[in-house]
């Protein structure tokens, strides 16, 4: 009897990873659409580990507080997104994951330096800091931070 073509052996893991939950390793539901959300539930660890990885692999550039004025911008002057920009707000949470993946322009992909894991708590990070700048935003007398 024929095996079904493409399955995986039982008991063995695919020579790229495993990839049991397309949405968590692409971003992208079955679809092909990105997902509106990260996958799984956001916690306080979740977000500490983000807010960590953020700190070592997007800060650099990224600035503390998701300006785009870090050390590429100051020195360089390189045009580096700012995530409270309106275009990054309203990215599904899964284009953001595809930019860490594969990069974007100017800014190359962190697909072998961060695992998925690691990616989306940095993603759940960024979406953190953008919330809290809406909110003083909307709360905060003009000229606040
Ligand atoms: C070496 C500097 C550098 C690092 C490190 C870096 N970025 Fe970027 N990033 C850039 C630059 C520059 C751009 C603008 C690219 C362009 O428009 O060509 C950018 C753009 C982006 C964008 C917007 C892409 C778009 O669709 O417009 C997002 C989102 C982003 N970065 C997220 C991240 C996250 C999250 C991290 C950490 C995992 C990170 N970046 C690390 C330099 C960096």
Same mark, same amino acid.
Not at 20 to 33: I, L, M, N
Not at 38 to 52: H, K, M, N, S, Y
Not at 68 to 81: E, I, L
């Given at each position: =009897? ?13 020579? #790229? ?6 949405? %968590? /390793?692409?971003?992208?539901?079955? #679809?092909? @659409? %990105?997902?509106? &959300?990260?996958?799984? &539930? ?9 807010? @960590? ?5 997007? @800060?650099?550039?990224? *600035?503390?507080?998701? #300006?785009?004025?870090? /050390?590429?911008? @100051?020195?360089?002057?390189?045009? &580096?997104? /700012? ?9 599904? *949470? ?6 860490? &993946?594969?990069? %974007?322009?100017? =800014? /190359? ?8 894991? #690691? ?27």
């Amino acid at each position: =009897m024929a095996r079904p073509c493409g399955r995986p052996v039982p008991g063995t893991i695919p020579i #790229d990873g495993l990839k049991e939950d397309e949405a %968590f /390793s692409t971003g992208k539901g079955a #679809d092909g @659409q %990105f997902v509106a &959300t990260i996958p799984g &539930t956001v916690d306080e660890a979740r977000l500490e580990r983000g807010r @960590q990885r953020y700190g070592i692999y997007c @800060q650099p550039c990224h *600035d503390a507080r998701g #300006d785009g004025k870090g /050390s590429c911008f @100051q020195r360089g002057n390189v045009p &580096t997104a /700012s995530f409270h920009q309106e275009k990054i707000l309203k990215y599904p *949470d899964g284009q953001i994951f595809d930019v860490v &993946t594969n990069g %974007f322009g100017l =800014m /190359s992909g962190y697909r072998w330096p961060i695992p998925p894991a #690691d990616r989306w708590a940095i993603i759940a990070y960024v979406r953190e800091l953008e919330r809290k700048r809406r909110a003083s935003a909307a709360g905060a007398p003009a000229g606040g931070k």
